[in-house]
């Protein structure tokens, strides 16, 4: 039973329907649950579906039970590489290559880890800036010599959180509505932040309990069966027939450089009679019908290509190459927007053999062509303002969802008005759908600079979001395009109440404890009390009333100190 499954699975991997693999897969696993191949053919369907955690505990199980297998670690190397930890990926293909030292497809994904850990992107700008804050004995020692953060360390749930942050500087959002941490994070940056009064209640423990990630493994095909010993008179014909296969393959090469297009077919078609094994013959032969603009028979070579890369098991690269030529000849041969849609799925499947610069471009490329062909097949202005009339019945009636509908239908028709985006920004306000709002009213502004009722559809979302430094600098943005604007106005006189409260200190502790914990998410505040130079004016305000004089005739200082006043992080007297 379980080999029948194991067949099913098999025959799903290779006609691309990766999750009816996985289903096979665990059905026979499920029967025979100590067979390491199915592990790994399991994990090998996951990683084809991107789902690398999934791949990862496939591989890690397979290599559990038969460590001595090579490709239990070229499939646990292959979804640490899906999952972005190169340096596993790396150690995984070592480990087996110590088993196996000529195993090539160990060789070639290690060196795949090894050039994407070369060229890994810097840390992503959501990273904590407070970094070097935490970092290293100084933390303990700074917070044990702060008469109030010592009292802190002999609370056993301030001690995790900080050393999880710690560990993780990329934390401290997840703690920051514990005053405590406010209080120490002003400590470890030598500024006196503003913290709740005394006799606010602390939570007895903010720590959410960390849960590990599910793992996950890298997935392989089964393992092949020993074949039979080979007379020496059928290899040498073997290799005789390969060599001239090779020497046809690069005569059609040059033919295909001279763009002699004919005689390029010839030689890489008898290169394909002569050696059936090598599908790299057969995605050459689709690359000329592609430049011949024979799109049907490039397409026929492509799909031959993949069927008998799958059989051979040939490279992952390989696959992907005629999937990619697959899907630029669907491209060429859309002439609606519904026509994209197999070319977008080639070119998908295509990146799940191998993620290719190129093949994703060409996605990016055949998902914007159809979107602006969409666009284009459905433009109707007269209808836009129809289905624009129906939304402000609708809103008027107060029926906001039926209102976003049709405001939703009025943009498929002219996506290029901006009383429609303004219209559903307002619905979506009504309905607290406040990110979608403020995208919106973003839309709105970039199409129209000078539509005041933009401005005031996006202040109002910030000023519900309680940001109300930014409202107010859009409302103001607003009152430059139109000065008399009573709606522009009315929002800068509410932004402004509220920044006063903040700065009189007239909120609630928990008021005081969201606005701090929503602001010290902002990368601007962020960066504000990062800054070395900012540091030493929040001291300065402090401690030293003459700089904190000079400080205040700087505009650009003033700025951010409003930025923090408002955000209630510091308060001025």
Same mark, same amino acid.
């Given at each position: 039973?379980?080999?029948?499954?194991?067949?099913?699975?098999?025959?799903?991997?290779?006609?691309?329907?990766?999750?009816?693999?996985?289903?096979?897969?665990?059905?026979?696993?499920? $029967?025979? #649950?100590?067979?390491?191949?199915? @592990? +790994?053919?399991?994990? !090998? /369907?996951?990683?084809? %579906?991107? *789902?690398?955690?999934?791949?990862?505990?496939?591989?890690?199980?397979?290599?559990? $039970?038969? #460590?001595?297998?090579?490709?239990? @670690? +070229?499939?646990?190397? !292959? /979804?640490?590489?899906? %999952?972005? *930890?190169?340096?596993?990926?790396?150690?995984?293909?070592?480990?087996?290559?110590?088993?196996? #030292?000529?195993?090539?497809?160990?060789? +070639?994904?290690?060196?795949? /880890?090894?050039?994407?850990?070369?060229?890994?992107?810097?840390?992503?700008?959501?990273?904590?800036?407070?970094?070097?804050?935490?970092?290293?004995?100084?933390?303990?020692?700074?917070?044990?010599?702060?008469?109030?953060?010592?009292?802190?360390?002999?609370?056993?749930?301030?001690?995790?959180?900080?050393?999880?942050?710690?560990?993780?500087?990329?934390?401290?959002?997840?703690?920051?509505?514990?005053?405590?941490?406010?209080?120490?994070?002003?400590?470890?940056?030598?500024?006196?932040?503003?913290?709740?009064?005394?006799?606010?209640?602390?939570?007895?423990?903010?720590?959410?309990?960390?849960?590990?990630?599910?793992?996950?493994?890298?997935?392989?095909?089964?393992?092949?069966?020993?074949?039979?010993?080979?007379?020496?008179?059928?290899?040498?014909?073997?290799?005789?027939?390969?060599?001239?296969?090779?020497?046809?393959?690069?005569?059609?090469?040059?033919?295909?450089?001279?763009?002699?297009?004919?005689?390029?077919?010839?030689?890489?078609?008898?290169?394909?009679?002569?050696?059936?094994?090598?599908?790299?013959?057969?995605?050459?032969?689709?690359?000329?019908?592609?430049?011949?603009?024979?799109?049907?028979?490039?397409?026929?070579?492509?799909?031959?290509?993949?069927?008998?890369?799958?059989?051979?098991?040939?490279?992952?690269?390989?696959?992907?190459?005629?999937?990619?030529?697959?899907?630029?000849?669907?491209?060429?041969?859309?002439?609606?927007?519904?026509?994209?849609?197999?070319?977008?799925?080639?070119?998908?499947?295509?990146?799940?053999?191998?993620?290719?610069?190129?093949?994703?471009?060409?996605?990016?490329?055949?998902?914007?062509?159809?979107?602006?062909?969409?666009?284009?097949?459905?433009?109707?202005?007269?209808?836009?303002?129809?289905?624009?009339?129906?939304?402000?019945?609708?809103?008027?009636?107060?029926?906001?969802?039926?209102?976003?509908?049709?405001?939703?239908?009025?943009?498929?028709?002219?996506?290029?008005?901006?009383?429609?985006?303004?219209?559903?920004?307002?619905?979506?306000?009504?309905?607290?759908?406040?990110?979608?709002?403020?995208?919106?009213?973003?839309?709105?502004?970039?199409?129209?600079?000078?539509?005041?009722?933009?401005?005031?559809?996006?202040?109002?979302?910030?000023?519900?979001?309680?940001?109300?430094?930014?409202?107010?600098?859009?409302?103001?943005?607003?009152?430059?395009?139109?000065?008399?604007?009573?709606?522009?106005?009315?929002?800068?006189?509410?932004?402004?109440?509220?920044?006063?409260?903040?700065?009189?200190?007239?909120?609630?502790?928990?008021?005081?404890?969201?606005?701090?914990?929503?602001?010290?998410?902002?990368?601007?505040?962020?960066?504000?009390?990062?800054?070395?130079?900012?540091?030493?004016?929040?001291?300065?305000?402090?401690?030293?009333?003459?700089?904190?004089?000079?400080?205040?005739?700087?505009?650009?200082?003033?700025?951010?100190?409003?930025?923090?006043?408002?955000?209630?992080?510091?308060?001025?007297?």
């Amino acid at each position: 039973m379980a080999e029948e499954a194991k067949a099913k699975g098999n025959a799903a991997f290779s006609s691309g329907d990766f999750s009816a693999a996985v289903r096979h897969f665990s059905e026979a696993i499920a $029967l025979a #649950p100590t067979n390491h191949v199915l @592990y +790994s053919n399991r994990s !090998a /369907a996951n990683a084809s %579906l991107q *789902q690398y955690s999934e791949a990862l505990a496939d591989a890690k199980k397979t290599v559990e $039970l038969k #460590p001595d297998w090579p490709k239990g @670690y +070229s499939r646990l190397g !292959a /979804a640490y590489q899906g %999952l972005g *930890q190169l340096d596993d990926a790396v150690s995984a293909y070592k480990q087996g290559l110590e088993i196996d #030292p000529n195993n090539q497809a160990l060789k +070639s994904g290690l060196a795949d /880890a090894q050039a994407a850990a070369s060229r890994a992107p810097p840390p992503p700008m959501g990273s904590s800036p407070f970094v070097d804050t935490f970092q290293g004995p100084e933390m303990w020692t700074k917070l044990t010599a702060d008469p109030t953060t010592r009292a802190y360390l002999q609370q056993p749930d301030f001690l995790r959180m900080m050393q999880d942050i710690q560990r993780n500087p990329n934390n401290l959002n997840i703690y920051l509505k514990d005053p405590r941490v406010m209080q120490a994070l002003g400590v470890l940056l030598n500024v006196k932040l503003r913290t709740p009064p005394e006799g606010a209640e602390f939570p007895e423990s903010s720590s959410p309990e960390r849960k590990r990630p599910a793992e996950s493994d890298p997935v392989k095909e089964p393992e092949p069966e020993p074949e039979p010993m080979e007379i020496n008179e059928e290899e040498k014909e073997a290799k005789e027939r390969k060599a001239k296969a090779q020497k046809e393959k690069e005569a059609g090469n040059a033919a295909y450089k001279k763009k002699d297009f004919e005689t390029a077919i010839q030689h890489y078609t008898k290169a394909i009679e002569l050696d059936d094994e090598d599908i790299s013959f057969i995605t050459n032969r689709a690359a000329v019908y592609l430049e011949m603009g024979q799109y049907e028979e490039c397409i026929k070579d492509c799909d031959k290509a993949v069927e008998r890369g799958r059989e051979l098991r040939s490279d992952f690269k390989m696959i992907a190459r005629a999937l990619t030529r697959k899907g630029t000849a669907l491209v060429k041969m859309a002439k609606c927007s519904k026509d994209y849609d197999s070319a977008i799925e080639t070119f998908q499947k295509a990146l799940t053999e191998h993620r290719n610069p190129d093949t994703l471009k060409k996605l990016n490329e055949a998902e914007k062509a159809k979107k602006d062909l969409e666009q284009q097949e459905h433009f109707d202005p007269k209808l836009a303002d129809e289905e624009r009339e129906k939304g402000n019945e609708f809103f008027k009636q107060q029926k906001y969802p039926e209102a976003v509908k049709h405001y939703t239908e009025s943009l498929r028709r002219n996506p290029r008005d901006p009383r429609t985006y303004s219209n559903r920004a307002a619905c979506y306000t009504k309905l607290g759908a406040l990110p979608e709002g403020l995208k919106d009213a973003e839309k709105c502004i970039e199409l129209d600079p000078t539509f005041s009722k933009g401005y005031n559809r996006k202040g109002a979302v910030q000023f519900f979001m309680k940001e109300y430094d930014k409202a107010l600098e859009t409302y103001q943005e607003g009152l430059k395009h139109d000065p008399s604007n009573q709606e522009l106005l009315d929002g800068v006189r509410r932004c402004m109440e509220q920044i006063n409260k903040a700065s009189r200190g007239d909120i609630s502790p928990e008021e005081l404890k969201e606005r701090q914990a929503k602001a010290m998410q902002d990368p601007e505040i962020q960066n504000i009390l990062s800054d070395p130079v900012m540091r030493q004016v929040l001291i300065d305000f402090q401690e030293n009333p003459k700089a904190a004089q000079e400080h205040t005739k700087n505009p650009q200082v003033m700025s951010k100190i409003q930025k923090l006043v408002t955000a209630g992080i510091v308060q001025l007297r």
